[in-house]
């Protein structure tokens, strides 16, 4: 192929929705920049030089007018990063593109793929031609090059499909002090302002673009249900790019920033950038810089979580997954002691103030891991309920492929099962025509696209679905008004049967719509979750929780 033939297209696919917000405008879209990255990188060592279109960022057409613009834009290099939310899709227009443009060549990259684990990977999958794991930047430019020129030397993390057979180089953490040192943004503005007028051009607006930047790579940590790094590498690199000049072309695009990290807060020049971004936001403007993830062991959690909240209104999310020690260490999560972490809520509560704090706070919590069981959720509840926390987000266990629970013996060891699960996520008049059984729900959802798939916890050692799903609906049981009321007129004994009551109530309310769903199930082996069973249908979750709560009322 000849180096001016080549035209390569990213399709990122991200998770996104369609609906518009009160004020008109789009949801949030966070973008990734693996893209620019990649870019980068071969703009500093690549030997060919061709052509990088705009890339997609949502999957807004269907994959035959997909096929279509690719065509009509002469794609002939298609890049593919694959994730949980759309390696259906991104599978679905590599075998498309394959057979409208056999020369075509086929890359996919990212953490849901196994091909460096699969060696039949290929033979599912025969129209990808190179997959890369781990970091992708040095495999991409490889394959570029060799595309281009023919010519290659060694290559790293990619596994090549080779007749069906899956040739595998080996993996490197990317060290490379040239590229580590070079600004992805500040060397290509025009090319991204390009990016952003494309999103402006669909109707998104400054306020509904969100760009995630890469501060760290990497995460030292090995938490059982996580795949960072597809689970590759404990290293962390940081990159060492002049951090005010982005900062203050993110702000000339106007758009607001995260970051990627896994720990942000762990390097004191983190608390540099987080400062540096609040000196220069202007509540006029879109730009602002909010963070998720905080350092698990560093106590600085608060001066982020505070900094989001007083600055940009972002309510205060205490990611800890669980706050017993027997949990926290079956999942191999790194944890401050529950007293430590009592420390920092107590300086964010006189920061803000009962009320405030209560209005502001969340707990994320993990549901389904090994050791949790009824009682250790009674546990946590009361340790978050006690705090004055206000929300709890419940995050059912969703299994990732390349992570450390993914292992056989992780899971024989906690005689843990997934099950398929079909959650309806497309928009109202794409659910199926409503069905009138739930017998009939599970069929419908087997031909509706709308219904998309993922591997969620069935059972445990410590706990059955039943129980799972009695611990989701308590969650949602106490974010009801009237019962918050009843919990913030504190005393620990009023908190305590609150939760007794809760966990009475919506394990017999399980159990009914377990046994309603436990024919399906075994029928058609998946599991339609019951949030997202059409109104109507007695027997959902919503319904369930929607209870009355009589005996509660005067706790
Ligand atoms: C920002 C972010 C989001 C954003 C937007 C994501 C987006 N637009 O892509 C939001 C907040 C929406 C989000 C949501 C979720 N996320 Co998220 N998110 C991230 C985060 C923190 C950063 C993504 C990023 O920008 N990375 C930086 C780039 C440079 O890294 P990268 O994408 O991995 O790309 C590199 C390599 O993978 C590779 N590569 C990528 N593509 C390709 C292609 C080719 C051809 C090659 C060769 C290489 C290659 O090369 C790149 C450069 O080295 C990552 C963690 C992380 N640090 O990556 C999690 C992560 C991507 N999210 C994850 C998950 C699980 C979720 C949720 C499902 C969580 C949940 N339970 O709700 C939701 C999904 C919501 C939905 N609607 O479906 C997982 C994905 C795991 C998986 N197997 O897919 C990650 C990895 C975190 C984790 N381990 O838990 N997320
Ligand atoms: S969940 Fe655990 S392993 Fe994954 S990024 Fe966070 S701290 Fe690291």
Request: aromatic fraction near 12%.
């Amino acid at each position: 192929m000849n180096t001016k033939e080549i035209r390569i297209k990213f399709l990122a696919n991200a998770p996104h929705s369609d609906d518009l917000t009160p004020g008109g405008s789009r949801q949030l879209l966070v973008i990734n920049p693996a893209y620019w990255m990649m870019k980068t990188y071969h703009d500093i060592h690549g030997k060919s030089k061709p052509q990088w279109l705009i890339q997609d960022f949502i999957p807004d057409k269907n994959v035959t007018q997909t096929i279509n613009d690719l065509l009509k834009n002469k794609v002939n290099i298609l890049i593919l990063p694959c994730f949980v939310w759309n390696i259906d899709l991104q599978m679905e227009i590599a075998k498309a593109f394959k057979e409208r443009v056999p020369t075509g060549k086929v890359l996919a990259g990212g953490p849901q793929l196994q091909a460096h684990k699969d060696p039949k990977f290929f033979k599912k999958h025969p129209y990808v031609d190179f997959v890369g794991y781990g970091d992708g930047e040095k495999s991409v430019s490889n394959i570029i090059d060799y595309i281009a020129t023919g010519e290659r030397g060694p290559w790293v993390n990619t596994v090549e499909n080779v007749g069906g057979y899956a040739k595998l180089w080996p993996f490197e953490v990317l060290r490379d002090e040239k590229y580590w040192s070079t600004s992805p943004y500040l060397t290509q503005k025009d090319f991204i302002r390009e990016h952003i007028k494309s999103l402006k051009d669909k109707g998104y607006m400054n306020k509904d673009i969100m760009l995630a930047v890469e501060f760290a790579r990497g995460c030292m940590y090995s938490c059982a249900y996580c795949d960072w790094s597809s689970n590759l590498t404990n290293k962390v690199t940081r990159r060492k790019a002049p951090y005010q000049l982005e900062l203050d072309f993110f702000k000339e695009l106007d758009i607001s920033i995260r970051e990627t990290d896994a720990n942000f807060g762990q390097w004191k020049q983190d608390i540099e950038i987080f400062d540096y971004a609040t000196s220069i936001y202007d509540p006029e403007k879109n730009f602002k810089f909010l963070v998720w993830n905080t350092a698990k062991l560093k106590q600085n959690a608060d001066h982020f979580l505070i900094g989001n909240h007083e600055t940009h209104g972002k309510q205060i999310v205490f990611t800890f997954e669980d706050t017993e020690k027997v949990c926290l260490e079956a999942m191999q999560r790194p944890s401050l002691p529950w007293e430590k972490q009592q420390e920092m809520i107590a300086k964010i509560k006189h920061r803000l103030g009962d009320e405030r704090f209560h209005r502001a706070t969340v707990a994320e919590l993990m549901v389904g891991t090994p050791k949790q069981s009824i009682e250790t959720f009674k546990e946590n509840f009361r340790k978050i309920l006690g705090e004055g926390i206000g929300g709890t987000i419940l995050n059912h266990w969703a299994l990732l492929p390349n992570s450390p629970a993914a292992d056989p013996e992780y899971i024989k060891k906690h005689g843990i099962e997934f099950i398929e699960h079909k959650t309806f996520s497309g928009k109202d008049d794409e659910r199926p025509t409503t069905p009138f059984s739930i017998e009939q729900l599970y069929s419908d959802a087997k031909q509706n696209p709308h219904f998309l798939s993922a591997n969620f916890v069935y059972k445990t050692n410590d706990m059955d679905y039943t129980d799972i799903m009695t611990v989701l609906m308590v969650g949602f049981v106490l974010q009801e008004p009237l019962i918050k009321e009843k919990i913030l007129s504190k005393s620990k004994t009023n908190i305590d049967r609150v939760i007794e009551w809760a966990f009475k109530r919506c394990a017999k309310n399980a159990k009914e719509v377990y046994s309603q769903h436990k024919d399906c199930i075994e029928k058609f082996g998946y599991i339609i979750p019951i949030t997202d069973d059409p109104e109507g249908i007695q027997t959902s979750w919503t319904t369930g929780s929607l209870l009355k709560f009589p005996e509660m009322v005067d706790a």
